[in-house]
C-alpha cells in the first residue's frame, strides 16, 4: 500500500487523471503502480512532487503504459520532445535493449547522460529532415512539450517515424478541458492552450496518414500508428 507520503504526491500530481474517482485512480496506483515502479523512476517521481511545475511531470501510471507499450512494439530508436525532469525518459530508457538510442529534446538540459539537444525542436526537426538520412528512421516519438507547436511537430514527425512506428500526443484531454463549456472557469494556461489541443485533435482524427487511438490515461494520450 502507498505511504502516507505517496497518497501526498498523489494529491500533489495525480489530479491530472480524467477518472471520476480518485480513490479508484488511488487503487490502480496502490495496487498496479507503485509495487511495479522500478526504483529509480520512483526516486524521481518523489524528487519532481516537490517541484513548483511538478504538474508538467508524467503520471506514475502513464510511464508504466509507455514502458510497457515500448516493450511490445520491440522499439529500439525513440525520440521525445519535451523532457522536464525525465519520468518519461527514464520510463523509455528502462524499456529499451542495450542497444537502444533515444534523442531527447527539450528548452533546458539539466544532467542528461543521453543523446540530447537543448533548444527549440522545430529547427532541430528540420534539419534532420533535410539531412534525409533519418526519415522514417524512429520506432517511437513522445511529445510531451509546447501544445501550440504539437501540430507543427506532427507535420515534421510524421516523416521521422516509419511506417508502423507510433507517435504518442501527452495532454490530449488537456486536464478535461477539451469538453468544458466556451464560459467555464479555467485556469489561465488551461483556457490558453485548449484551442491548441482541440484543434489537434481534430486534426489527428482526419489524418489519412495514421491510424489513431486516444486513451484516457493520465491527461489523455493519443497514440498515432504511421501507416503510410
Known sequence: ???????????????????QSD???????????????PEA??????????????????????GQFLNMLLKLINAKNTMEIGVYTGYSLLATALAL???G????????????????????????LDQM????????SYDFIFVDADKDNYLNYHKRLIDLVKVGGLIGYDNTLWNGSVVAPADAPLRKYVRYYRDFVLEL????????????????????????RRVY
Request: glycine content about 6%; aromatic content about 6%; hydrophobic content about 35%.
Open 97 to 99: 535493449p542495450h542497444d
Open 41 to 62: 523512476m520512483k526516486e524521481l517521481r518523489e524528487i519532481t512532487a516537490n517541484h513548483p511545475w511538478n504538474i508538467m511531470t508524467t503520471s506514475a501510471d502513464e
Open 23 to 37: 480513490a479508484l485512480y488511488q487503487y490502480i496506483l496502490e495496487t498496479s503502480v507503485y509495487p511495479r515502479e
Open 201 to 224: 485533435n481534430k486534426e489527428l482524427a482526419a489524418d489519412p496518414r495514421i491510424e489513431i487511438c486516444q486513451l484516457p490515461v493520465g491527461d489523455g494520450i493519443t497514440l498515432c
Open 129 to 136: 529532415i533535410q539531412d534525409g538520412k533519418y526519415q522514417g
Open 101 to 124: 538510442k533515444i534523442l531527447a529534446m527539450d528548452i533546458n538540459r539539466e544532467n542528461y547522460e543521453i543523446e540530447f539537444k537543448e533548444g527549440p525542436a522545430l529547427p532541430v
Open 1 to 19: 500500500m502507498a505511504t502516507n507520503g505517496e497518497a501526498g504526491r498523489h494529491q500533489e500530481v495525480g489530479h491530472k487523471s480524467l477518472l
